[in-house]
């Protein structure tokens, strides 16, 4: 204990121990926030590495998605009370969405972690553009979707293949090791099913007269022809 001296006399200094203050409901987003923007930094480190074109391409438009994401979340001056909890209410369920999507990509320096870091990103984005939601395969993202699993289908249409492990049992087929360079292989051998998705986008699309339409699967999808690979 600390002492002054006055009037010849020594007086004990009461120390004041400092409180924390108060958690406000926005202190919450702010460490989510941090969350994600750590994810952000280690995709932007991750870019340094040598990368296939392909792969560097989906990690800058990942990072940018995120970014925007984290725009989103910040409120600006609300003076009433009830509306300023509701904004803070809906940034916490988008920041919460961002956090999952950050914490599936992490990566790290191993070969492995960023195999693995780059297969969580296609499985992460192909989600969401098979909802129809925005995504880093851009226009027409759900039907490039399509196009890959039916195009695909021969390798991972099998009792032996569980559903989560289709796209690792096509990379294993295809023997590749870049998911996202195997996806632009496919896109490319699947031009005219493109075509036809975008003239069914512009309604100009038609079907051919000799073709055997049941009206199941999406008619652009009759342009696929499912590789014979293995």
């Not at 009461?14 to 969350?35: G, Q, T, W, Y």
């Not at 297969?119 to 098979?130: H, L, S, V």
């Not at 512009?202 to 007269?209: A, N, S, V």
């Amino acid at each position: 204990m600390l002492y002054f001296l006055a009037h010849g006399f020594l007086y004990p200094i009461e120390k004041r121990v400092k409180m924390p203050r108060a958690r406000k409901p926005s202190d919450e987003l702010v460490n989510k926030r941090k969350r994600v923007q750590r994810a952000i930094k280690s995709l932007e480190k991750s870019l340094q590495k040598p990368l296939p074109e392909s792969e560097r391409k989906i990690r800058k438009d990942y990072i940018s998605r995120l970014q925007k994401g984290l725009k989103q979340t910040y409120i600006g001056r609300i003076s009433d009370k009830g509306q300023r909890l509701m904004a803070i209410a809906q940034a916490n369920r988008r920041l919460d969405v961002l956090v999952k999507r950050a914490r599936e990509v992490r990566g790290g320096t191993r070969k492995t972690l960023e195999r693995e870091r780059s297969m969580a990103i296609f499985k992460t984005e192909m989600r969401a553009a098979a909802k129809g939601e925005e995504s880093v395969f851009g226009q027409y993202g759900r039907e490039k979707i399509n196009i890959f699993f039916r195009y695909t289908q021969n390798i991972w249409d099998k009792p032996s293949v569980p559903r989560e492990q289709r796209i690792e049992a096509v990379m294993k087929a295809y023997d590749v090791d870049n998911v996202n360079e195997l996806f632009e292989r496919v896109m490319s051998e699947n031009r005219q099913a493109l075509d036809y998705v975008k003239a069914l986008h512009e309604g100009t699309y038609e079907i051919e007269d000799d073709t055997n339409y049941d009206g199941g699967s999406p008619e652009y999808l009759l342009a696929v022809d499912p590789d014979v690979i293995r």
